[in-house]
């Protein structure tokens, strides 16, 4: 079972095990519990990620800009547009005003695969 690389799903129901790299969508994960088994879909890999960011009078390292876990998930998901969101500005009074001086967008660039 899995998926290609297009997305499209695929069950053959000739194993216990499968794994894969992308996780199922809610519709498939619901396919698979349909016919009495129940699936269960659990990370068994988990892999660094590492955020960089260029905003020109903003410091790297420890003096630099500060991110929680759910800020930078609202980054990734578009909910945070700009660097002088007041979510981000909140976590760094220290370059707070470099922040909103600058009004810059945030362009995330990120691998595929």
Same mark, same amino acid.
């Given at each position: *079972?899995? $998926? /290609?690389? $297009?997305? %499209?799903?695929?069950?053959?129901?000739? &194993?216990?095990?499968?794994?894969? %790299?992308?996780?199922?969508?809610?519709? /498939?994960?619901? #396919? @698979?519990?349909? /016919?009495?088994?129940?699936?269960?879909? *659990?990370?068994?890999?988990?892999?660094?990620?590492?955020?960089?960011? &260029?905003? !020109?009078?903003? !410091?790297?390292?420890?003096?630099?800009?500060? #991110? $929680?876990?759910?800020? #930078?998930? +609202?980054?990734?998901?578009?909910? =945070?547009?700009?660097?002088? %969101?007041?979510? =981000?500005?909140?976590? &760094? %009074?220290?370059?707070?005003? $470099? @922040?909103?001086?600058? +009004?810059?967008?945030?362009?995330?660039?990120?691998?595929? @695969?």
């Amino acid at each position: *079972m899995g $998926t /290609n690389h $297009t997305g %499209d799903f695929a069950y053959v129901p000739w &194993n216990y095990f499968g794994s894969g %790299d992308i996780p199922f969508s809610q519709e /498939n994960y619901e #396919l @698979l519990n349909s /016919n009495g088994d129940e699936f269960y879909q *659990m990370p068994f890999v988990m892999g660094a990620i590492s955020v960089f960011h &260029n905003i !020109p009078g903003v !410091p790297g390292g420890a003096g630099g800009l500060k #991110l $929680t876990p759910c800020a #930078l998930a +609202k980054i990734f998901r578009a909910q =945070i547009q700009y660097w002088d %969101d007041p979510e =981000i500005v909140s976590l &760094n %009074d220290h370059i707070a005003s $470099t @922040l909103k001086e600058k +009004k810059l967008p945030i362009k995330v660039a990120r691998r595929v @695969l």
